[in-house]
């Protein structure tokens, strides 16, 4: 195998590792990440490692610092809210393509999960119930057909993922989830694209007021 394929292969086996331990908490915000035990760990060389981090911190995940070295990176309340507003543009402007683009098979297979959905809310089975969230947006997202715009979200999800996983863990969030899944199937079914953005955007903005519990607990040192 090439070496340099190699030592890609090796640096993007790390990411995926570091991205799940800090997404999970493994990782805290503001730890130390330390290159040498990394390598211990992994049982690598420092290249992979250090080609891991740089990807890492390109992602948003550590940050480097004068004199201190990589750790995980800390996001303000006023810096994950700025990132939630762009969140909200690019996810419901996903919503709208998606319904410009829409076939009866992604309006049946949607109608489908909403359906799931709704007796997993009854169950109060919170684990199925993300599941078939995370399904039901994705499948709404490859469906707007704008690679570039599906790439940029994507991305934002994976720096927003902490503090979306901390928002499904109110009370309510089922009962909430549901209600606005049921308007974005309607708004699908009238084929009212600009409806469909709307409900998208403003579910992501609400999110917002949850920032205060959830800093309080996540990112306080």
């Known amino acids: 195998m090439d070496e340099r394929i190699q030592q890609k292969s ?5 990411v995926d590792d570091l991205e799940q331990k800090i997404v999970s908490g493994v990782h805290k915000p503001g730890q130390r990440i330390v ?3 990394l390598c211990s760990t992994y049982g690598v060389s420092r290249s992979p490692v250090r080609e891991a981090l740089r990807l890492l911190e390109n992602q948003g995940f550590v940050v480097r610092e004068p004199r201190r070295g990589i ?3 800390r996001i303000t309340p006023r810096e994950a809210e700025n990132i939630y507003r762009i969140r909200a543009c690019l996810e419901g402007l996903a919503m709208s393509l998606a319904v410009q683009h829409q076939t009866p098979e992604l309006l049946k297979t ?3 999960l909403h359906q799931q959905m ?3 809310a009854k169950k109060k089975t919170r684990g199925p119930y993300h599941k078939l969230n995370q399904k039901f947006h994705e499948l709404i997202i490859n469906a707007c057909d ?7 979200i994507r991305n934002f999800d ?3 993922v902490r503090y979306r996983l901390a928002v499904t863990q109110t009370p309510r969030w089922m009962d909430t989830s549901t209600e606005i899944h049921a308007e974005l199937v309607a708004a699908f079914e009238a084929g009212d694209a600009d409806a469909a953005e709307q409900i ?4 992501v903005l609400r999110q917002i007021e949850q920032f205060p519990e959830i800093f309080t607990h996540e990112e306080q040192p």
């Open 110 to 112: 949607l109608n489908d």
């Open 71 to 73: 750790s995980v990176a």
């Open 200 to 203: 998208r955007r403003q579910a």
């Open 158 to 160: 994976r720096q927003t």
């Open 118 to 120: 709704i007796r997993a």
């Open 35 to 37: 290159e040498e035990a």
């Open 10 to 14: 090796l640096a993007e086996h790390i």
């Open 146 to 152: 704008n690679p570039r715009l599906i790439q940029l």
